[in-house]
Protein backbone atom coordinates (compact mmCIF):
# COMPACT_ATOMS: atom_id res chain seq x y z
CA UNK A 1 0.00 0.00 0.00
CA UNK A 2 1.78 4.61 0.21
CA UNK A 3 5.53 8.02 5.42
CA UNK A 4 10.65 11.85 8.42
CA UNK A 5 4.22 11.51 21.91
CA UNK A 6 2.58 10.09 24.90
CA UNK A 7 2.15 6.58 23.87
CA UNK A 8 1.11 4.58 20.69
CA UNK A 9 1.27 1.03 20.57
CA UNK A 10 1.46 -1.17 17.68
CA UNK A 11 0.53 -4.60 16.85
CA UNK A 12 2.32 -6.23 13.79
CA UNK A 13 0.66 -8.73 11.63
CA UNK A 14 2.10 -10.42 8.68
CA UNK A 15 0.51 -11.30 5.58
CA UNK A 16 2.18 -12.25 2.33
CA UNK A 17 0.04 -12.14 -0.64
CA UNK A 18 0.82 -13.24 -3.85
CA UNK A 19 3.84 -14.18 -5.05
CA UNK A 20 5.52 -15.27 -8.22
CA UNK A 21 7.89 -18.39 -8.52
CA UNK A 22 11.30 -16.36 -8.82
CA UNK A 23 10.37 -13.53 -6.48
CA UNK A 24 12.41 -12.46 -3.77
CA UNK A 25 11.47 -13.54 -0.10
CA UNK A 26 10.11 -10.90 2.00
CA UNK A 27 10.44 -10.98 5.91
CA UNK A 28 9.75 -8.51 8.17
CA UNK A 29 12.05 -7.66 11.14
CA UNK A 30 11.81 -7.97 14.31
CA UNK A 31 9.79 -11.12 14.08
CA UNK A 32 6.92 -10.00 16.83
CA UNK A 33 3.31 -9.63 17.71
CA UNK A 34 3.33 -6.39 19.20
CA UNK A 35 5.32 -2.83 18.53
CA UNK A 36 5.47 0.07 19.98
CA UNK A 37 5.89 3.40 19.30
CA UNK A 38 6.11 6.46 22.13
CA UNK A 39 4.93 10.02 21.69
CA UNK A 40 3.91 13.52 23.12
CA UNK A 41 1.57 15.41 22.17
CA UNK A 42 1.40 15.05 18.59
CA UNK A 43 1.11 11.28 17.31
CA UNK A 44 4.09 9.65 16.32
CA UNK A 45 5.92 10.24 12.53
CA UNK A 46 7.74 7.39 11.13
CA UNK A 47 9.85 8.11 8.05
CA UNK A 48 11.75 5.00 5.62
CA UNK A 49 13.99 4.60 3.07
CA UNK A 50 14.91 1.79 0.91
CA UNK A 51 19.02 1.00 0.96
CA UNK A 52 20.13 -1.43 -1.72
CA UNK A 53 22.89 -4.51 -1.87
CA UNK A 54 23.85 -5.46 -4.80
CA UNK A 55 25.59 -8.52 -3.07
CA UNK A 56 23.01 -9.05 -0.56
CA UNK A 57 19.28 -8.65 0.75
CA UNK A 58 17.83 -5.38 0.03
CA UNK A 59 15.82 -3.60 2.88
CA UNK A 60 13.19 -1.06 3.49
CA UNK A 61 14.16 0.28 6.83
CA UNK A 62 11.31 1.86 9.20
CA UNK A 63 12.43 4.60 11.90
CA UNK A 64 10.55 6.13 14.30
CA UNK A 65 12.32 7.17 18.21
CA UNK A 66 10.98 5.09 21.23
CA UNK A 67 10.26 1.97 19.33
CA UNK A 68 10.17 -1.25 21.12
CA UNK A 69 8.80 -4.76 20.81
CA UNK A 70 8.29 -8.07 22.24
CA UNK A 71 11.23 -10.47 21.57
CA UNK A 72 10.72 -14.57 21.39
CA UNK A 73 11.58 -14.95 25.30
CA UNK A 74 8.66 -12.46 26.03
CA UNK A 75 10.87 -9.10 27.12
CA UNK A 76 10.66 -5.81 26.05
CA UNK A 77 13.49 -4.42 23.71
CA UNK A 78 14.00 -1.22 22.50
CA UNK A 79 14.92 -0.09 19.31
CA UNK A 80 14.10 2.88 16.72
CA UNK A 81 13.60 1.17 13.04
CA UNK A 82 12.16 -2.15 11.90
CA UNK A 83 12.08 -3.47 8.19
CA UNK A 84 11.33 -5.38 5.15
CA UNK A 85 13.93 -7.44 4.14
CA UNK A 86 14.46 -8.48 0.61
CA UNK A 87 16.01 -11.48 -0.45
CA UNK A 88 17.22 -9.75 -3.72
CA UNK A 89 21.08 -9.80 -4.74
CA UNK A 90 20.43 -7.80 -7.82
CA UNK A 91 19.29 -4.98 -6.40
CA UNK A 92 16.97 -4.14 -9.30
CA UNK A 93 13.42 -4.57 -7.95
CA UNK A 94 11.31 -1.32 -7.52
CA UNK A 95 9.47 -1.04 -3.82
CA UNK A 96 6.41 0.87 -3.70
CA UNK A 97 5.12 1.25 0.21
CA UNK A 98 1.18 1.72 0.51
CA UNK A 99 -0.86 2.71 3.70
CA UNK A 100 -3.98 1.31 4.21
CA UNK A 101 -5.95 2.54 7.39
CA UNK A 102 -8.78 -0.07 9.20
CA UNK A 103 -10.18 2.64 11.45
CA UNK A 104 -10.74 5.86 9.79
CA UNK A 105 -13.63 7.31 12.81
CA UNK A 106 -11.72 10.46 14.21
CA UNK A 107 -8.98 9.90 12.13
CA UNK A 108 -7.03 11.73 9.30
CA UNK A 109 -6.63 9.71 6.86
CA UNK A 110 -9.52 7.88 5.29
CA UNK A 111 -8.44 6.22 2.34
CA UNK A 112 -5.05 4.27 0.90
CA UNK A 113 -2.29 6.03 -0.16
CA UNK A 114 1.23 5.61 -1.57
CA UNK A 115 3.72 6.56 0.84
CA UNK A 116 6.72 8.22 -0.62
CA UNK A 117 10.37 7.21 1.13
CA UNK A 118 11.85 10.14 3.33
CA UNK A 119 8.84 11.91 4.59
CA UNK A 120 7.73 12.00 7.49
CA UNK A 121 4.02 10.73 8.29
CA UNK A 122 1.94 10.45 11.14
CA UNK A 123 0.45 6.79 12.20
CA UNK A 124 -1.98 5.78 14.40
CA UNK A 125 -5.11 3.23 15.36
CA UNK A 126 -5.07 0.27 13.05
CA UNK A 127 -3.69 0.08 9.71
CA UNK A 128 -2.05 -2.00 7.21
CA UNK A 129 1.43 -1.23 5.29
CA UNK A 130 1.69 -3.39 2.63
CA UNK A 131 5.82 -3.15 0.95
CA UNK A 132 5.47 -4.01 -3.00
CA UNK A 133 8.32 -5.60 -4.48
CA UNK A 134 7.99 -5.03 -8.52
CA UNK A 135 10.28 -5.90 -11.75
CA UNK A 136 9.47 -3.43 -14.92
CA UNK A 137 6.03 -4.59 -15.86
CA UNK A 138 4.85 -7.25 -13.05
CA UNK A 139 4.26 -7.59 -9.45
CA UNK A 140 7.04 -9.98 -7.87
CA UNK A 141 5.89 -10.16 -4.56
CA UNK A 142 4.48 -8.27 -1.31
CA UNK A 143 4.25 -8.40 2.03
CA UNK A 144 1.58 -6.63 4.41
CA UNK A 145 1.68 -5.75 7.79
CA UNK A 146 -1.24 -4.91 10.25
CA UNK A 147 0.14 -1.83 12.83
CA UNK A 148 -2.10 -0.60 15.51
CA UNK A 149 -1.65 2.67 17.50
CA UNK A 150 -2.49 4.66 20.14
CA UNK A 151 -1.74 8.50 20.89
CA UNK A 152 -2.62 9.34 24.43
CA UNK A 153 -2.10 12.71 24.95
CA UNK A 154 -3.47 16.10 23.38
CA UNK A 155 -3.48 16.25 19.98
CA UNK A 156 -5.05 18.70 17.27
CA UNK A 157 -8.32 17.57 16.06
CA UNK A 158 -7.96 15.96 12.93
CA UNK A 159 -11.39 15.67 11.64
CA UNK A 160 -14.27 18.24 12.05
CA UNK A 161 -13.30 21.31 14.23
CA UNK A 162 -15.79 23.77 15.81
CA UNK A 163 -15.80 26.50 18.54
CA UNK A 164 -18.88 28.65 18.84
CA UNK A 165 -18.89 31.08 16.17
CA UNK A 166 -17.64 29.28 13.20
CA UNK A 167 -17.20 25.45 11.88
CA UNK A 168 -13.53 24.60 10.08
CA UNK A 169 -14.86 21.37 7.94
CA UNK A 170 -11.58 19.11 6.42
CA UNK A 171 -9.96 20.21 3.83
CA UNK A 172 -10.51 18.17 0.10
CA UNK A 173 -8.35 16.04 -0.69
CA UNK A 174 -5.63 15.55 1.70
CA UNK A 175 -3.77 14.16 1.46
CA UNK A 176 -3.29 16.23 -1.85
CA UNK A 177 -0.14 17.03 -4.26
CA UNK A 178 -0.20 20.42 -5.68
CA UNK A 179 -3.81 22.60 -4.12
CA UNK A 180 -7.00 21.77 -1.60
CA UNK A 181 -9.66 23.26 -0.94
CA UNK A 182 -10.47 25.42 2.68
CA UNK A 183 -14.24 25.03 3.87
CA UNK A 184 -15.82 26.91 6.63
CA UNK A 185 -19.03 28.08 7.99
CA UNK A 186 -19.02 31.17 9.89
CA UNK A 187 -22.30 31.80 12.22
CA UNK A 188 -21.21 34.60 13.17
CA UNK A 189 -19.77 37.81 11.04
CA UNK A 190 -15.72 38.01 11.54
CA UNK A 191 -12.58 38.16 9.88
CA UNK A 192 -10.51 35.24 9.31
CA UNK A 193 -6.84 34.48 9.29
CA UNK A 194 -5.36 31.60 8.26
CA UNK A 195 -1.99 30.20 9.21
CA UNK A 196 0.41 26.77 7.70
CA UNK A 197 3.04 25.65 9.50
CA UNK A 198 5.41 22.75 9.30
CA UNK A 199 6.35 20.65 12.57
CA UNK A 200 9.31 22.69 13.40
CA UNK A 201 6.66 25.18 14.11
CA UNK A 202 7.67 27.56 11.31
CA UNK A 203 5.20 29.61 9.79
CA UNK A 204 4.96 28.50 5.85
CA UNK A 205 1.86 30.55 4.75
CA UNK A 206 -0.65 33.07 6.15
CA UNK A 207 -3.53 35.08 4.58
CA UNK A 208 -6.07 37.21 6.47
CA UNK A 209 -9.42 38.24 5.01
CA UNK A 210 -11.51 40.87 5.97
CA UNK A 211 -15.16 41.09 8.09
CA UNK A 212 -17.07 38.74 6.42
CA UNK A 213 -20.76 37.82 6.99
CA UNK A 214 -22.23 34.79 8.58
CA UNK A 215 -22.02 31.92 5.56
CA UNK A 216 -20.25 28.94 4.43
CA UNK A 217 -16.98 29.83 2.37
CA UNK A 218 -14.48 27.88 0.57
CA UNK A 219 -10.51 29.26 -0.38
CA UNK A 220 -8.19 27.25 -2.43
CA UNK A 221 -4.91 26.41 -0.98
CA UNK A 222 -1.73 25.89 -3.27
CA UNK A 223 1.60 23.86 -2.04
CA UNK A 224 3.88 24.63 -4.90
CA UNK A 225 6.46 26.05 -2.81
CA UNK A 226 6.20 23.79 0.19
CA UNK A 227 7.80 20.27 0.02
CA UNK A 228 6.18 16.83 1.14
CA UNK A 229 5.33 16.58 4.54
CA UNK A 230 3.13 16.66 7.42
CA UNK A 231 1.78 20.52 8.44
CA UNK A 232 -0.61 22.43 10.92
CA UNK A 233 -2.96 24.59 9.33
CA UNK A 234 -4.59 26.91 11.39
CA UNK A 235 -7.95 28.77 11.44
CA UNK A 236 -8.24 31.63 13.51
CA UNK A 237 -11.11 34.24 14.09
CA UNK A 238 -11.90 36.96 17.31
CA UNK A 239 -13.41 34.37 18.95
CA UNK A 240 -11.28 31.57 18.87
CA UNK A 241 -8.98 29.21 16.26
CA UNK A 242 -8.86 25.31 15.71
CA UNK A 243 -6.23 23.36 13.80
CA UNK A 244 -6.40 20.56 11.24
CA UNK A 245 -3.17 18.38 10.19
CA UNK A 246 -2.40 18.33 6.23
CA UNK A 247 -0.05 15.80 4.54
CA UNK A 248 1.45 16.85 1.13
CA UNK A 249 2.98 14.54 -0.79
CA UNK A 250 4.58 15.41 -4.24
Known amino acids: ????LMCLSLV???????AQSNSPLIRFIPATDTVRLYS????PMMTYSVYRDSAGPDSVIFQSPYMSYVDSTGNWQSTEQSMFLIADSSAQWKYTVWYEPIDTL???????FV???DSQVEFIKRFWITLIAESDSDTVDSLSQLFYGHQAGIG?????????????????????NSHTLISYTLQKAAS?????????GQLCWSRETG????????????????????????????TGGVTQKWLIIK
Open 12 to 18: IFAMPLS
Open 106 to 112: HWLYDSA
Open 40 to 43: GCLP
Open 156 to 176: VAPKLATVEDFTLHPNYPNPF
Open 192 to 200: VNFRVYNMQ
Open 211 to 238: VQPPGRYQTAFSSRDLPSGMYLFRLETP
Open 1 to 4: MKWP
Open 115 to 117: VPP
